[in-house]
T-cell receptor, first 116, second 109 residues
Framework: GAVVSQHPSWVICKSGTSVKIECRSL??????MFWYRQFPKQSLMLMAT?????????EQGVEKDKFLINHASLTLSTLTVTSAHPEDSSFYIC????????????FGPGTRLTVT | RKEVEQDPGPFNVPEGATVAFNCTYS??????FFWYRQDCRKEPKLLMS???SGNEDGRFTAQLNRASQYISLLIRDSKLSDSATYLC??????????FGRGTSLIVHP
């Protein structure tokens, strides 16, 4: 199946700092990538849809100025959590949809963010 | 009512048992259905798509009941390695899938 990588896999940062998470599709081109957040024992919550070369579409309740998304190429999307606070601590997962594979999403391994 | 609902469990079963869980969806226009497996602190991985006629993959059987708007996953001859959280996902057309919160399965010796 298609491979999606994320970096870093885990990060601990101090409150007020910014953290960048990278999502890459390794063996296919992804015009669309998705960013999810998952709190313990909760479902995946879609944060935003990232389209290559255009602005991301954010879900209701997600602050676009706090969660900056850049999809600069067909294989890379980045999520920057700006001025992180402890309540931003969560598991952030990206996924990518490959062309021609309707309905199937391939997830990255996730990034565990802890803000102290 | 949530768009996709699952019993969070946990379902605690012995090795070799058969276990089934359901996932209900509220939007009758939903067209595509999937089961994902998620291990602790890992990303979800596609287990199987669910087809209208039902489908089987080894010990796993998925079924769709459109009239009652639910999908099911049956696991036969449970293995210890089946312990995980099983997420269902429901999709309309080209819309992004909506995930349930997952059902936790624990298979014990």
């Amino acid at each position: 199946g298609a491979v999606v990588s994320q970096h870093p896999s885990w990060v601990i940062c101090k409150s007020g700092t910014s953290v960048k998470i990278e999502c890459r599709s390794l063996d296919f081109q992804a015009t669309t990538m998705f960013w999810y957040r998952q709190f313990p024992k909760q479902s995946l919550m879609l944060m935003a849809t990232s389209n290559e070369g255009s602005k991301a579409t954010y879900e209701q309740g997600v602050e676009k100025d706090k969660f900056l998304i850049n999809h600069a190429s067909l294989t890379l999307s980045t999520l920057t959590v700006t001025s992180a606070h402890p309540e931003d601590s969560s598991f952030y997962i990206c996924s990518a949809r490959a062309s021609g594979r309707a309905g199937e999403q391939y997830f990255g391994p996730g990034t565990r963010l802890t803000v102290t | 009512r949530k768009e996709v609902e699952q019993d969070p469990g946990p379902f605690n079963v012995p090795e070799g048992a058969t276990v089934a869980f359901n996932c209900t969806y509220s939007n009758s226009a939903s067209q595509s259905f999937f089961w994902y497996r998620q291990d602790c602190r890992k990303e979800p991985k596609l287990l199987m798509s669910v087809y209208s006629s039902g489908n089987e993959d080894g010990r796993f059987t998925a079924q769709l009941n459109r009239a009652s708007q639910y999908i099911s996953l049956l696991i036969r001859d449970s293995k210890l390695s089946d312990s995980a959280t099983y997420l269902c996902a429901v999709k309309r057309g080209s819309y992004i899938p909506t995930f349930g919160r997952g059902t936790s399965l624990i298979v014990h010796p």
